[in-house]
Each structure stands twice: as structure tokens, then as C-alpha cells.
């Protein structure tokens, strides 16, 4: 079993920055691959960022590829979405997620079986 639990979120002004973590229980975090999700109020829970199980390889979206970078320590079983030049329509609740035995961060939602709570990012304008 995997528990997740996010932390960073707040309110920054557009052009700041966040680091979000995400802090996994359990001894099978080195075999997910993880990921980053956000949903907004109102709309569809969409992908943001993935990692591969090793953290060689990253995958974004297109709307944060180039301001956001996902990160990872195996060693200290938790995973970072590092947030700069922030915009008004990042605001959303972010989730990670695992997808246990996983090799990369799949973009589907339906790839992950474990997801945190959420936090919520606000960025004001």
C-alpha cells in the first residue's frame, strides 16, 4: 500500500513560484512511477506532470512544460513539483498520485491507483 500526502500549496502572486512534496508511506515507492495532477473548480481533473520510477524520465503538459519541473528522492520516498512563473490559470487543487508498478508518469488518470489529498495553489493576479 502507498499513502500520499501533498504539502506547498498557497496563495503567490502571477510570476512567483511554489515547490509542492508529496510524501509517500510504504516501501514501494522506488517501484511507482509518479505523477502530478490539478483540477480546477469545475473542471475535469487534468495531468500536469509524470516521473518515471527512476526519475530519469519527466513528462509535462504542454500548458507547464518550461515552468514546472517534477522531481523525485527515492530515498526519501517523496516527490516534488517545483512551480515557477505562475499564472492565474494554475490556480486548481494539485493531487499526486502513484501508479504502482509503473515504469513512467503516464499523462491518463486511470494509470494511477493512489492519490494524496490534494492542495490547493492559488495565484492571484
Known amino acids: 500500500q502507498v499513502q500520499l500526502v501533498e504539502s506547498g500549496g498557497g496563495l503567490v502572486q502571477a510570476g512567483g513560484s511554489l515547490r509542492l512534496s508529496c510524501a509517500a508511506s510504504?516501501?514501494?515507492?522506488?517501484?511507482?512511477?509518479m505523477g502530478w495532477f490539478r483540477q480546477a473548480q469545475g473542471t475535469e481533473r487534468e495531468f500536469v506532470a509524470g516521473i518515471s520510477r527512476s526519475g530519469t524520465n519527466t513528462n509535462y503538459a504542454n500548458s507547464v512544460k518550461g515552468r514546472f519541473t517534477i522531481s523525485r528522492d527515492n530515498v526519501k520516498n517523496t516527490v516534488y513539483l517545483q512551480m515557477n512563473s505562475l499564472k492565474p490559470e494554475d490556480t486548481a487543487v494539485y493531487y499526486c498520485?502513484?501508479?504502482?508498478?509503473?515504469?513512467?508518469?503516464?499523462?491518463?488518470?486511470?494509470?494511477?491507483?493512489?492519490w494524496g489529498q490534494g492542495t490547493q495553489v492559488t495565484v492571484s493576479s
Open positions: 510504504g516501501r514501494i515507492f522506488s517501484n511507482c512511477a
Open positions: 498520485a502513484a501508479d504502482i508498478g509503473g515504469y513512467i508518469g503516464s499523462s491518463d488518470r486511470n494509470a494511477y491507483e493512489r
